[in-house]
């Protein structure tokens, strides 16, 4: 019973994005992660006007992601906006805000922002929430999608007990506890 108990808390205090202000001293594993657009192909392909604006909207999503990788290894700071700490919604501000786009600071007011997009369709730049505490009953955790590959999403976020790094969406702890994608790019 108490062993159980003692599971329970261990994975609410790892899981939560916002609801310990915890300092970690361990040094993450950081992954390379490549946002490099593809090479123009060799023979002119007809083109609609819509293309132009997909291209526009990765190039710009691209930027982001690399703003916010330049944070890899940084450890969570609840609140935290800077090289010296920062948390999950705070990493997405100041990246998307690097790039003129305003965006929400919390994550629960990001969630309400931009179009809903179901995970098969989503994109480099896409918004993934999650909700992490089993009482709570609003999202409190976000990350952003770097690259979708044989269909195994990553994103990068400041996880409380990791700092900012990059994650699959296969890991049982993330995928259990996604809610909903949104683009606002």
């Given at each position: 019973?108490?062993?159980?108990i003692y599971f329970i808390f261990i994975l609410l205090l790892l899981g939560s994005c916002g609801a310990s202000k915890k300092k970690t001293t361990t040094k993450s594993k950081t992954y390379k992660v490549s946002v490099a657009g593809?090479?123009?192909?060799?023979?002119?392909?007809?083109?609609?006007?819509?293309?132009?604006?997909?291209?526009?909207?990765?190039?710009?999503?691209?930027?982001?992601i690399n703003t916010a990788l330049t944070f890899s290894g940084v450890r969570y700071k609840y609140g935290g906006t800077t090289k010296k700490g920062m948390d999950c919604s705070g990493l997405l501000y100041v990246s998307f805000a690097e790039h003129d786009i305003a965006i929400p600071r919390v994550s629960y007011a990001m969630a309400n922002e931009g179009k809903r997009v179901k995970i098969k369709d989503v994109v480099k730049g896409d918004l993934l929430f999650f909700k992490t505490s089993r009482k709570g009953k609003r999202i409190n955790h976000v990350g952003m999608v770097v690259s979708t590959?044989?269909?195994?999403?990553?994103f990068i976020h400041a996880s409380s007990s990791r700092g900012v790094t990059v994650s699959s969406l296969r890991e049982g702890f993330w995928n259990y506890s996604f809610v909903k994608a949104t683009r606002i790019l």
């Amino acid at each position: 019973m108490y062993r159980k108990i003692y599971f329970i808390f261990i994975l609410l205090l790892l899981g939560s994005c916002g609801a310990s202000k915890k300092k970690t001293t361990t040094k993450s594993k950081t992954y390379k992660v490549s946002v490099a657009g593809d090479p123009e192909p060799t023979t002119p392909t007809p083109k609609k006007n819509t293309p132009r604006i997909v291209e526009e909207t990765n190039s710009k999503a691209d930027a982001i992601i690399n703003t916010a990788l330049t944070f890899s290894g940084v450890r969570y700071k609840y609140g935290g906006t800077t090289k010296k700490g920062m948390d999950c919604s705070g990493l997405l501000y100041v990246s998307f805000a690097e790039h003129d786009i305003a965006i929400p600071r919390v994550s629960y007011a990001m969630a309400n922002e931009g179009k809903r997009v179901k995970i098969k369709d989503v994109v480099k730049g896409d918004l993934l929430f999650f909700k992490t505490s089993r009482k709570g009953k609003r999202i409190n955790h976000v990350g952003m999608v770097v690259s979708t590959d044989n269909d195994e999403i990553k994103f990068i976020h400041a996880s409380s007990s990791r700092g900012v790094t990059v994650s699959s969406l296969r890991e049982g702890f993330w995928n259990y506890s996604f809610v909903k994608a949104t683009r606002i790019l």
